[in-house]
């Protein structure tokens, strides 16, 4: 939860409509905080006695459910320039939109980080083809064609 919290707070510090259209951008950053409790998200290994104590009862997991809740409607439902910044599944191309922070469904690709459906790379790691996503195939035929451009233009040239 608390690198989930991290991700949705590099949206949200960015978004000039959270928490209004007319708020500067420390006023941004104090509204993507937890108050008292920031180092939760600033650091993934500090733990308070604080924090020791309410994860045993789980506090903590329901106060960040809770505290990530607005930020989620923020950026999945309210603000279409946070909604934008959706991925497309580089996979099975879906209308879905994926987002870094949903960390249980998504995947990213290890050469470019463009994301996926966690179950679509799982399926297409199972299936014995290869790890790279739609996104770094692409980029491979445009390179290996540019390629073949600049050896034609070479030979012409030659010949």
């Not at 290890?110 to 199972?126: F, I």
Request: proline fraction near 4%.
């Amino acid at each position: 939860l608390r690198r989930k919290g991290r991700l949705m707070r590099e949206y949200l510090v960015l978004c000039p409509n959270f928490p209004s259209n007319r708020c500067t951008p420390h006023q941004r950053l104090s509204a993507a905080s937890l108050p008292e409790r920031n180092h939760l998200l600033n650091d993934e290994d500090m733990v308070s006695m604080r924090d020791i104590v309410e994860m045993e009862k789980e506090v903590l997991v329901r106060f960040l459910t809770h505290s990530f809740a607005p930020w989620i409607e923020h950026i999945k439902s309210k603000c279409i320039l946070c909604r934008e910044k959706g991925h497309f599944c580089e996979l099975c191309h879906s209308q879905e939109l994926l987002y870094p922070f949903d960390l249980d469904a998504v995947d990213a690709c290890a050469v470019c980080g463009a994301l996926m459906h966690a179950s679509c790379k799982a399926a297409r790691v199972q299936g014995g083809r290869e790890e790279q996503c739609g996104l770094c195939e692409r980029r491979r035929r445009l390179e290996e064609s540019r390629r073949m451009e600049e050896e034609a233009k070479e030979q012409k040239k030659e010949g």
